[in-house]
């Protein structure tokens, strides 16, 4: 899939409080107005246009001053520049794909719905009632961990030093650029773990039927809490099932061994979810750029080329940390159990990427 969009519209308006041939300083408000797409978790590989629909606005302040001229070529000299941009990112809202806490890629697992259950099923030697039961309905994960967020930034930092050289036509620069960003914040309106109609469990290997000596099918209580995309575990709470007295165990299809359900089976809630906001984002990157200017052309009309490139590290994590619970909720009034981190709170992770980059760029300036 590919998507051609506008990706957003940025507007600066400034005022310079002090400007002379040789130096500048001024202040300018910021804003990014959205025209690109968001996140809709509709596909594996998502084409995401622009900065996710986030309106922005933030300020800047933005100097430049020329320190060294040469006293006999007025268009020969060094010259340092400084701009520094901070925004706020306001909420977006997107839908988002989560996986279960601890368990990269378990929103491709399969999900067994439950629904009250039969009287008649029953677990152990004094015969506890289950209360729920396989609702004879299988789901993909992922549909149940697919919801609308509010995201927002609350911070975004992007300053840049230069220093820069102009000799007639020829212009050489050197910068470093930092940029930074906070993490992500979601308000969840829809994700609440105490809105679910029915409940759901990892499947895992678990049986979903056995039967009773008459060979009649009966729908188990089995989840397999532990299971993860790449293995199994033992049915959670096993205990030997009965179906109505001590005399009808329940027994495998198609054979004879008695059979164990769960009692009571472990549900999954929203609770249990890595939310997966974009960690805190740090960059550093030095670049040069080479341009050229045909300034001896007509001045209405100057064409300029320039070619450049950058090397960009990013600040890496401390510790490699897969799992962050969504403790948004009191979940102890409608859940099994409260959600614990899955995570030392003391390690930090980073979200940006390193990089090296080239570019050529050419254009035309025109008044």
Not at 69 to 85: I, T
Not at 107 to 116: D, I, K, N, T
Not at 132 to 147: D, G, M, V
Request: proline share 4%; hydrophobic share 35%.
């Amino acid at each position: 899939m590919n998507r051609t969009r506008l990706a957003d519209i940025n507007a600066t308006l400034g005022w310079n409080i002090f400007k002379s041939d040789d130096y500048n300083f001024g202040l300018y408000v910021d804003a990014t107005l959205p025209t690109g797409t968001r996140p809709s978790a509709c596909y594996l590989f998502e084409p995401i246009v622009g900065n996710g629909r986030h309106f922005e606005l933030g300020a800047g302040v933005l100097a430049s001053w020329i320190f060294l001229r040469s006293g006999e070529y007025e268009d020969r000299y060094f010259n340092l520049a400084f701009d520094a941009k901070f925004n706020h990112l306001f909420s977006s809202c997107q839908r988002r794909s989560f996986d279960f806490c601890g368990k990269p890629n378990s929103r491709y697992m399969l999900l067994e719905e439950f629904a009250p259950a039969d009287e008649s099923l029953m677990g152990s030697s004094n015969l506890t009632p289950e209360i729920y039961q396989y609702n004879e309905k299988l789901i993909p994960a992922i549909n149940y961990t697919t919801f609308n967020v509010d995201a927002r930034i609350n911070l975004q930092a992007d300053v840049v030093i230069k220093v820069g050289y102009v000799r007639e036509n020829w212009n050489f620069d050197f910068g470093y650029n930092l940029w930074a960003r906070t993490g992500e914040k979601f308000n969840c309106t829809d994700c609440s773990p105490c809105v679910d109609e029915f409940k759901y469990a990892l499947k895992g290997d678990a049986w979903l039927y056995g039967e009773d000596t008459g060979q009649t099918p009966i729908a188990l209580s089995n989840t397999n809490s532990n299971a993860t995309i790449q293995s199994v575990s033992q049915t959670d709470n096993q205990v030997q099932g009965y179906y109505n007295t001590l005399q009808n165990p329940i027994q495998e299809i198609t054979g004879t061994d008695p059979m164990n359900i769960s009692l009571p089976p472990v549900f999954v809630t929203r609770a249990d979810l890595n939310m997966g906001e974009t960690p805190v984002a740090v960059s550093q990157k030095m670049f040069f750029n080479i341009d050229y200017a045909w300034k001896d052309q007509d001045a209405r009309w100057l064409p300029f080329l320039g070619i450049g490139g950058s090397v960009e590290v990013a600040k890496g994590s401390k510790k490699d940390c897969t799992c962050k619970c969504n403790c948004n909720y009191d979940t102890a009034a409608c859940c099994d159990n409260n959600c614990g981190s899955c995570c030392n709170t003391n390690n930090t992770k980073y979200g940006a990427i390193s990089q090296i980059g080239v570019w050529l760029k050419a254009g035309l300036y025109f008044e």
